[in-house]
């Protein structure tokens, strides 16, 4: 069995990851420019072409680019290097007549017809998932959570998982596809599942359990590296970090910064648990998957299962709890205001609706959706 190291991390530290489409400044359908983008950031970086940008990243799909934060502690300095580096980005993306738009799916634009970045690992992830993976035109964020011990990391991959619906409510952004209002709020959660490797993951006793689960996977085939695991939340070994990819893309900085400040409590929360002596609740895996449903199909009208009893609540009236629950642990790591932004999201509507707004308001014109989710990104 093939033994997985865990790099060694400090506690609670954060960093994020922000998946973001490139629209044509025009027709706002999606633009297959990232590679000049791309090439334009190093020139001015003094970087030659075939090194990779520090801080953005191409992505499967040639409209995307993907924009990552050093290691920080605090949300506030993290939700400050996303600032400076979208700046950037947006700036040079207006030299190729291109903006940056993000949420969960772009509401118009044909999936099939968007051109794969060319790597071989998209490749044979193309090959091999068919029609599938030609439909992943989909953006999310992404927030890695430091752990200090190895062991915390299973058992807060399931407890994150436990928060599954909370995040999947908060960031919905995903009701259109293709054209078409497809009655969910988050489309792009129930399209990405679908490749190999992905969405709820496995509950694991033990991190040799979880190793032999990995071996498994390399030996038959099903992945390459233990990286194309893409569980909705997965511990990364070589970082040391557990990964939370449940949300939708989102547009706002200051809802990446109350996703990341909720995502940072919770794991710290559940770390001193643990160094307490406490075990994570593990949900009934059908209760893991009915509340991922749920909240993709309703966003923040979900009524949620919130433990192994089946004790239910609508999900921003438990998100407004535990706001208050985390708020000692958010003053701890210097986040009460990014906390609150929870609470303000709610109070203002997740992205879902304030497309389907948009869309209402506009008289059935999605090229306003995207041009309403462009100016938040421009307001970054």
Same mark, same amino acid.
């Given at each position: 069995?093939?033994?997985i190291?865990?790099?060694?991390s ?22 297959s ?6 090439n ?9 072409h075939?090194?990779?940008h ?19 502690t ?9 600032r400076?580096?979208?700046r950037?980005?947006?700036e ?14 772009h ?23 068919q029609?599938?993976?030609r ?12 752990l200090?011990?190895?062991e ?9 998982i ?9 960031s919905?952004?995903?009701p ?21 490797a ?23 085939g ?9 569980w ?5 070994p070589?970082?040391?970090?557990? /990964? *939370?990819?449940?949300? #939708?893309?989102?547009? @706002?900085?200051?809802?990446i910064? %109350?996703?990341? +400040? ?8 559940m770390s001193?648990s ?9 949900m ?26 089946g004790? /239910? *609540?609508?999900?921003? #009236?438990?998100l407004? @709890?535990?706001?208050?629950?985390? %708020?000692?642990? +958010? ?11 929870i609470?303000?999201l709610i ?15 506009a008289?059935?014109d999605?090229?306003a ?12």
């Amino acid at each position: 069995m093939q033994k997985i190291e865990f790099a060694q991390s400090s506690q609670s530290t954060i960093g994020v990851e922000w998946e973001i489409a490139l629209v044509n400044r025009e027709s706002a359908d999606l633009c297959s420019v990232a590679e000049n983008i791309l090439n334009q950031l190093k020139d001015e970086a003094g970087l030659p072409h075939d090194e990779e940008h520090p801080t953005v990243k191409p992505e499967l799909l040639m409209n995307t680019v993907e924009v990552v934060t050093g290691v920080h502690t605090t949300v506030a300095d993290a939700a400050e290097e996303l600032r400076t580096n979208v700046r950037m980005l947006n700036e040079v993306a207006g030299n190729h007549g291109v903006d940056l738009y993000s949420a969960g799916s772009h509401p118009f634009a044909a999936p099939t017809l968007q051109p794969v970045t060319d790597k071989d690992r998209y490749a044979k992830l193309i090959d091999r998932t068919q029609w599938w993976g030609r439909q992943m035109v989909i953006y999310g964020v992404h927030v890695h959570v430091g752990l200090d011990d190895r062991e915390k990391a299973l058992p807060i991959t399931d407890g994150l998982i436990n928060y599954q619906p909370h995040f999947q409510a908060l960031s919905a952004s995903s009701p259109y596809w293709g054209g078409e209002d497809t009655g969910y709020a988050s489309q792009r959660s129930l399209m990405f599942q679908q490749l190999p490797a992905a969405g709820i993951p496995f509950h694991f006793d033990s991190w040799s359990e979880y190793e032999a689960h990995v071996a498994d996977m390399l030996h038959t085939g099903v992945i390459d590296d233990v990286s194309e695991i893409r569980w909705d939340v997965r511990p990364v070994p070589r970082l040391g970090t557990v /990964e *939370m990819r449940i949300c #939708d893309g989102v547009s @706002s900085l200051e809802d990446i910064a %109350a996703i990341t +400040a909720l995502t940072q409590c919770l794991v710290h929360d559940m770390s001193l648990s643990i160094e307490a002596g406490y075990k994570i609740p593990v949900m009934p895996a059908w209760f893991r998957v009915e509340n991922k449903w749920r909240a993709a199909r309703y966003g923040l009208d979900a009524i949620i299962i919130l433990n192994a009893q089946g004790d /239910e *609540m609508l999900v921003t #009236d438990h998100l407004r @709890s535990e706001v208050k629950r985390l %708020a000692p642990i +958010a003053e701890q790591l210097g986040c009460s205001e990014e906390l609150q932004g929870i609470i303000r999201l709610i109070e203002r509507g997740a992205e879902y609706q304030l497309q389907r707004n948009t869309f209402a308001a506009a008289g059935g014109d999605f090229k306003a959706v995207v041009q309403e989710n462009v100016s938040r990104m421009k307001a970054v």
